[in-house]
């Protein structure tokens, strides 16, 4: 896999995502990605984006300011 932007090497990795609700603030850490060795550029598989929208959309409903959240233990 090649960088959409530079064309450098994606390695798998992980990274934080946060999302900023109008109740309250979700953060998920050790989201599985790739990464751009070269410019850093992040991207999130479809299917782990699809993970992500169901733990934000549990975390609406319980959370009432931040949240932080393992992607391991809550995907
Ligand atoms: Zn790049």
Redesign the pocket.
Known sequence: MT?F??R?DMRESVTVYTVQLETCLVVIRNVPCFE?A??G?VEISDETMRSLERIVDTCKKLVQEVAVVDYRMAA
Do not use: D, I, N, S
Request: with cysteine; charged share 10%; aromatic share 12%.
């Open positions: 960088c932007y530079c450098g751009c070269q410019c550029e």
